[in-house]
């Protein structure tokens, strides 16, 4: 018998149930249906606004940072190209991801090893980047650091960058990007003056970025960061690059692009048809500066002090207060901090650096403030001539030492009967101490802030020391005791507790030298296109006119010449008779005092005196200013003295080559190797 | 002669003239959507992805040769195997956990060869079998007491504890969802419904304050955890454990009134849509075809489950009808769970859109319940044993 002849079941039981399923079902679609419409027609235009968020992203373009030149027009810091490699690990080792539920194995091959080949990482090296690539991969979602690339090499040599650029297709996953990189070519030479970039550190950048201000419009953002600072730029930390960053810096553009989830780059129409209008605004690049300083000048300048391990020079032309050089020694490598080589080569630099006891990085030339010896009696001797509180004409008799009290008091020699013409040329302390009874401390104190010590020029570059010029009432504030004769005789000689900086030095020495016009220091001469064009030109600026009247300003002048020409000055014996220099020298106590345990080497170095001249060429209508500091170089006439002529020697030699040429600098400074 | 021999290729004749184009249009329809929809959405994927389509159709060739197999011969064969059917996928089950490899955290699937087999799929369809045929069987026309229901019960347990154990919760969600519509076709006593309807509430109110906490902290993956929190907070950390579900709801709403066209969603073609191609077709699917393609879509699958009810209703016996019931509950539960993760009115559970999803299992255990269906549908009319008689059948 077969089952077809048997009756089919009852399905009565299920009749009734049907139409519930049935409106069930109607139901739950519908439901899905009300939602579709909520998401699709009601929230529609929010979702394709979040949705063009999504791939839209704004690129910034980069900018290039101004060039700086020399008066003469030879490069000073530019940038370089140079380039860094990120690895993606997802794509470089596509092996190292877990392997996907139901998704079909994909055979992509590892191009780790051949990357690793190319960048030439050693073993070591190789194994810690796989271990780290593993752990990032750990998941392979979309956001997961599987895709964030990591940064692998520094400033590529160029032949691994060619090669990577060659190969892109067998090395996916490794991506060159062009970061470029601050470039010093005179590397140490006016370090401090010309300064260096550094990345931006926190501190700035939270200055630059305060909190929520990521939740800002575009305006409010240009009011807190107008120059658009972002973790990782780099900025100028000191000098020019610092002081002048606005100009040097440029203004980045931006371009918006069509990115996928993973932060891939789209391009092609089917990419480009969903940016709007504005996609790109163009970036504008840094200014360039024309400096005052004349590098082959400051070139001079080193060659002159090699021989000294710590000092500092200044050269200013005295009719406009610009600066000619400026040197500090000893001085480092622009280069070594700027970024190229990397990071770790910017660590290492530092380490040194600041573990170095004469104290590297410290511009002495403006941040450095020192006893100025004999170079400050000038400013004395004018102080008790302007009030005709002495005749210059009256000889004091120097025995070598003179008692106050018991107190001895010496004199670098026994000058005999001396006049303040001498007393200048021959440096007799006996003489001033007589000069110092005279005219009062507040007196000198009074001319020496008339020519600008005890304040800051101004220049801006780097911190600048103030100096300090003592008056009574700062004695009264500083020593509960009495006020001794001593202080005032200590202030006129230019030691104790005055200080000033070589920068000051020589802008009072300029004024000296022009007749009493005090000048604001310049460094930087104008701002150019990037194609030479002059957008800004700064006219030299007269700070003010001393008041010293032209007769004792002559006066003291004639002894500033007689200092290296009369048979009796302290620069004679180390003279050039080709040479019209008028200058002081100075030899200045530092005070030190030796501790036991100190290393005798470094205690008798530190004990010995700052060595020190000041001086202005040509004697008779001057053209500059040269103020040279040896530290603990030891006696000014014969430390100091020598590399100041050679420096008014050398700008002599280099005006009479430049007379000889005066069209074609330019052309010569871009043909010139540093 | 044998009943189920050769001489019912006459009855098969009589069966072919009731082919149900209903159901075949409209699951053809799905199938060929479903693959221009899979083509793009692996379209901007790498180029192993964008074989993916091409795998899918020859996957549809597969399940379409054995939906017309599993059509072909008459459904009360299935019935007479019922249990023995049941028993082969129980099988296979235990055999995950002895030759399944382990893949982000649980195992499902069996390698034979280079082909992958997923057994939880099939034990779908061998589960509406032995619950078809248990109805069958036991019909009860003055209503079903609760002791009635401890064979289904049973039956439905032992493979749904064996898959959450995998774990595959949204597979497992599934058999207790079929048993449940099955369950709720048959007649229950009033008394012991209220007994079930108290039980139920009971055991939510008392045990569910033992349980829940126990389920939470011992029974469900970290994953699954993260799943329910965040949809309760959907807005909340859509950088995280919500991103996913987010973008598709972004991608569905950028789709608009008319969307963006074919291939040119944005979220899909710029790799904002996790799964695109397995949990998440849909949202492609509205992105590129907007509101007006989504009710079309939504309209389909609703079609085609009511259908179903219909090819129940007209069933000849209870056998065809619970099975027809049971492929309908199948192909809603799993386009209603889909939609409603896709559109963020449910949790994401990974559960597969019915001819959309990519996965050989999933593709060719639709098309056999298709199958199965149109089974049903052909065979719909009862052939009276003496008009048999006169057929020659005898």
Redesign the interface.
């Known amino acids: 018998m077969s089952d077809l002849l048997v009756p089919r079941s009852d399905v009565g039981e299920f009749r009734k149930r049907y139409r519930w399923l049935a409106l069930f079902a109607f139901l739950a679609f519908l439901a899905i249906v009300v939602r579709l419409f909520q998401l699709q027609v009601v929230r529609g235009r929010e979702f394709a606004e979040t949705a063009r968020e999504n791939i839209i992203r704004r690129v910034t373009l980069p900018t290039t940072r101004g060039i700086v030149r020399d008066a003469q027009g030879k490069v000073l810091a530019s940038s370089r190209p140079s380039y860094n490699v990120y690895l993606v690990p997802g794509r470089v080792a596509p092996s190292a991801r877990p392997k996907k539920r139901g998704a079909p194995v994909m055979d992509e091959p590892d191009t780790f090893p051949r990357v690793a080949d190319t960048l030439r990482l050693n073993p070591d090296e190789r194994a810690r980047l796989a271990q780290r690539m593993a752990t990032a991969c750990a998941t392979d979602e979309d956001r997961s650091p599987c895709w964030r690339p990591i940064l692998v090499r520094e400033d590529l040599p160029r032949d691994i960058v060619a090669e990577l650029k060659q190969h892109q297709v067998e090395l996916a996953g490794a991506e060159v990007t062009p970061s470029p990189v601050r470039y010093y070519p005179y590397k140490n030479l006016g370090a401090h003056l010309v300064g260096y970039t550094a990345e931006i550190d926190a501190e700035t950048l939270g200055r630059f970025r305060p909190q929520g201000y990521e939740s800002l419009n575009a305006e409010e953002r240009a009011k807190v960061n107008p120059l658009g600072y972002d973790s990782g730029d780099t900025l100028g930390a000191t000098g020019v690059e610092h002081a002048w960053e606005s100009y040097l810096r440029g203004q980045r553009g931006w371009e918006k692009r069509v990115v996928d989830a993973r932060g891939r780059y789209r391009t092609g129409p089917e990419a480009e048809r969903l940016i709007d209008a504005p996609g790109r605004q163009e970036p504008i690049p840094g200014r360039d500066l024309r400096l005052t300083v004349d590098i082959e000048l400051t070139q001079a300048v080193e060659k002159s002090m090699r021989v000294h391990p710590a000092g500092a020079a200044v050269v200013v032309d005295v009719r406009t207060g610009r600066l000619l050089a400026v040197y500090s020694k000893p001085d480092f490598d622009p280069n070594d901090l700027s970024g190229g080589g990397g990071r770790e080569r910017v660590r290492q630099s530092w380490a040194k650096l600041s573990t170095d006891p004469l104290h590297p990085m410290l511009d002495k030339t403006m941040s450095g403030s020192f006893q100025p010896g004999s170079t400050f009696k000038p400013f004395s001797a004018l102080a008790a001539l302007e009030d005709r509180l002495i005749d210059p004409e009256e000889t004091v008799r120097c025995d070598g030492v003179v008692y106050f009290g018991r107190q001895p008091w010496h004199c670098t020699h026994v000058h005999g009967k001396v006049a303040m013409h001498d007393a200048l040329s021959e440096s007799c302390n006996i003489y001033f101490a007589k000069v110092a009874e005279a005219a009062g401390m507040d007196r000198i104190a009074k001319v020496a802030q008339d020519f600008g010590f005890g304040t800051k020029t101004g220049l801006g570059t780097n911190p600048e020391a103030p100096g300090r010029i003592t008056t009574r009432s700062w004695y009264a504030l500083r020593y509960r005791g009495q006020f001794r004769v001593g202080f005032t005789l200590n202030t006129a000689i230019g030691q104790g507790a005055t200080t000033v900086t070589p920068l000051q030095l020589a802008l009072a020495y300029g004024a000296l030298a022009n007749g009493g016009t005090l000048y604001l220091p310049q460094i930087v001469r104008a701002v150019e296109t990037s194609d030479g064009g002059v957008v800004q030109d700064f006219p030299p600026r007269v700070h003010h006119k001393v008041a010293i009247r032209p007769e004792n300003m002559t006066r003291v002048n004639e002894a500033l010449w007689g200092v290296v020409n009369d048979p009796k000055g302290t620069a004679f014996p180390v003279r050039d008779a080709a040479l019209d220099v008028a200058g002081k020298t100075g030899t200045a106590q530092t005070g030190f005092i030796t501790h036991e345990g100190d290393d005798p080497k470094k205690a008798w170095y530190e004990s010995r005196d700052h060595a020190w001249f000041a001086a202005f060429s040509p004697s008779k209508d001057p053209e500059i200013a040269v103020v040279v500091l040896i530290e603990h170089g030891g006696s000014g006439p014969t430390q100091a003295a020598p590399v100041a002529l050679q420096i008014v020697r050398e700008y002599g030699r280099l005006q009479a080559a430049r007379a000889g040429h005066p069209t074609d600098q330019r052309q010569r400074a871009a043909n010139a190797k540093p | 002669m044998s009943?189920y021999g050769l001489s019912s290729s006459r009855l098969l004749g009589r069966a072919r003239e009731n082919f149900d184009w209903a159901l075949f249009l409209c699951s053809a329809l799905l199938a060929v959507v479903g693959v221009v929809n899979l083509y793009s959405a692996t379209s901007v994927v790498?180029a192993?992805?964008q074989?993916?389509y091409i795998?899918q159709i020859y996957w549809l060739v597969v399940g379409g040769i054995l939906a017309t197999v599993v059509a072909a011969i008459d459904y009360?064969h299935y019935e007479r195997l019922g249990y023995a059917l049941y028993a082969f996928g129980v099988v296979l089950l235990v055999l995950v956990f002895i030759l399944g490899r382990d893949?982000?955290g649980?195992s499902?699937w069996i390698y034979i060869g280079s082909f992958s087999l997923q057994p939880s799929e099939f034990m779908k369809l061998f589960l509406i079998i032995a619950l078809a045929k248990h109805l069958?069987d036991d019909?009860?026309?003055e209503g079903r007491t609760l002791v009635d229901l401890i064979v289904p019960v049973l039956l439905t347990i032992v493979p749904l504890l064996l898959i959450l154990l995998q774990p595959d919760l949204g597979t497992a969600l599934i058999l207790g969802l079929i048993f449940l519509?099955v369950s709720?076709?048959?007649?229950i006593q009033r008394k012991s419904l209220y007994w079930l309807l108290g039980g139920i509430v009971g055991i939510g109110g008392g045990g569910g304050a033992l349980f829940v906490p126990l389920l939470w902290n011992n029974v469900l993956k970290e994953y699954q955890r993260q799943r329910i929190t965040a949809f309760l907070n959907p807005e909340s950390n859509i950088?995280g454990i919500n991103?996913h579900a987010y973008?598709a709801?972004?991608?569905?709403?950028?789709?608009?009134?008319t969307g963006q066209g074919f291939m040119?969603g944005?979220?899909n073609?710029?790799?904002?849509l996790?799964d695109q191609y397995?949990d998440f077709p849909f949202p492609v699917f509205?992105e590129d075809w907007?509101?007006l393609g989504?009710?079309v879509l939504?309209?389909l699958?609703?079609f085609l489950?009511?259908w179903s009810?219909?090819v129940?209703?007209t069933?000849?016996?209870?056998?065809g009808?619970?099975l027809a019931?049971g492929v309908?509950a199948l192909i809603?539960w799993h386009a209603?769970f889909n939609?409603?993760m896709a559109?963020?009115?449910l949790p994401v559970v990974g559960v597969t859109l019915p001819l959309f999803s990519?996965?050989g299992s999933s593709i060719v255990t639709v098309m056999m319940g298709i199958g199965l269906l149109m089974n049903v549908s052909m065979r719909r009319f009862?052939?009276a044993?003496g008009r048999?008689a006169r057929l020659g059948?005898?």
């Open positions: 009943a790498r192993s992805l074989e993916m795998q009360r893949i982000r649980s499902r069958h019909p009860k026309s519509t709720a076709l048959t007649r950088q991103w973008n709801r972004v991608a569905i709403g950028n789709g608009g009134w040119r944005t979220q073609q710029y790799l904002f996790p397995s509205a907007g509101f989504s009710i939504v309209a699958y609703g489950v009511l009810i219909r129940a209703a069933s000849k016996d209870r056998f009808a619970v019931v309908g809603f209603f939609l409603g559109t963020g009115i990519y996965g009862y052939v044993p048999a059948y005898m």
